[in-house]
């Protein structure tokens, strides 16, 4: 089983005009204190802002003091916000391809 002879981060090359996280890797992770090999980076959404946290963190964090600075962030990073919805539409074909590209 490769990954129990291997602890490895491989990465590969980000398309061109890509934001720099979003450089394809493979990695050893240990999940359930199981070795897998995952491969990445692809973004996902959640409200929470801890694993074991509520649907509501964002928006009982959200104020009216703070909503303007953060509609400024996501418009000062429109690139980043574009390629992050992206990635979140990504049906599972839509990610197995990616993995069989690298």
Known sequence: DV???HLA???GKASVGAPPMSVPHIDTRVLDGKRVVLFGPFA????KFLKNGSLW???????TSNVMPMMHVG?????????LVSQVMLSEEDRFEALKEY
Do not use: G, P, W
């Open 9 to 11: 981060k491989v990465y």
């Open 3 to 5: 990954v129990n002879h």
């Open 44 to 47: 996902t959404f959640s409200t």
């Open 75 to 83: 418009l000062d990073n429109f690139d980043l916000v574009k390629y």
């Open 57 to 63: 963190d964002l928006m009982s964090s959200t104020t």
